[in-house]
């Protein structure tokens, strides 16, 4: 019997260009999940967009994906935007976003319980278990493992192993196939989650950003709020779209520099 839920804090990271319905649906989701094992409670969840660096086409820049995401989350009470990674000069990589917000949430934690050493040394035991943080993440994350030069080895050991997924499945994907098919998923499958998605919503920013260039209607796929933003700053137009166009994506650049760098070692 389990005395005590594990507390969770659950981290998106993206482009979030824009935020849509669907982007927030998840995070409720994966809520609901966590919550019917038993095991686990969630306290909170985080949304954490790309920074600029990241140089995908048609990427708005960040204090505008920022803007955009806080007002579209105004009615959370439990998810909220952080900006940390937005701000960072170059693409970091999930990993070390991850362990950014672990550390924050540990120290919290560790602050709430009035956590002190005693004049030994020793830190007094804790009543309750210490937080988690999962990664939250559409089905079609699983498949950017099979890029080759995308991620590193042991950086999706860490990922899956010390942290852990929530994977959200939508449409046709089978995330079932990729966790199968590589053999470190496989072996911390039991760290990730698998939640299947009854109710279909097929809403991607991709198709918001060409109805919004066409002058089509976006309305119900992402808040009014984030609307009304979008045509006061005039974003997504063909201008925009052009953006960061025939750009190398930053974690390529950034793997094969690694790459190189471990060969020449």
């Not at 960072?88 to 709430?112: A, C, F, N």
């Not at 698998?194 to 991709?206: C, D, G, H, P």
Request: charged share 20%.
């Amino acid at each position: 019997m389990v005395t005590h839920r594990i507390p969770i804090v659950l981290l998106a990271c993206g482009s979030f260009n824009p935020i849509t319905n669907q982007h927030m649906r998840l995070f409720e989701l994966a809520r609901d999940h966590m919550h019917s094992t038993g095991q686990y409670q969630v306290v909170g969840g985080i949304v954490s967009p790309v920074s600029d660096g990241y140089g995908k086409q048609g990427l708005v820049p960040a204090k505008h994906r920022i803007a955009m995401a806080k007002l579209a989350l105004q009615s959370s009470n439990w998810v909220r935007v952080d900006e940390w990674e937005s701000q960072q000069p170059d693409w970091t990589e999930t990993v070390v976003t991850m362990r950014y917000h672990y550390g924050r949430i540990l120290k919290e934690y560790r602050q709430s319980m009035g956590t002190h050493t005693d004049s030994s040394g020793n830190t007094p035991h804790l009543s309750s278990p210490s937080p988690h943080l999962k990664l939250l993440c559409g089905a079609d994350f699983l498949d950017t493992f099979k890029i080759p030069g995308l991620w590193q080895d042991d950086h999706v050991e860490e990922l899956a192993g010390h942290f852990g997924l929530i994977c959200v499945s939508r449409g046709n994907l089978q995330p079932e196939r990729a966790v199968h098919e590589s053999d470190t998923l496989s072996r911390h499958r039991h760290n990730i989650f698998l939640v299947r998605e009854w109710v279909r919503n097929e809403t991607s920013a991709t198709e918001v950003r060409r109805a919004l260039r066409r002058g089509l209607s976006v309305k119900y796929l992402i808040p009014d709020s984030v609307i009304d933003y979008i045509h006061q700053h005039n974003l997504y137009t063909e201008d925009s779209e052009r953006r960061n166009k025939g750009t190398v994506l930053r974690p390529l650049i950034k793997q094969a520099q690694q790459l190189v760098k471990s060969l020449d070692n």
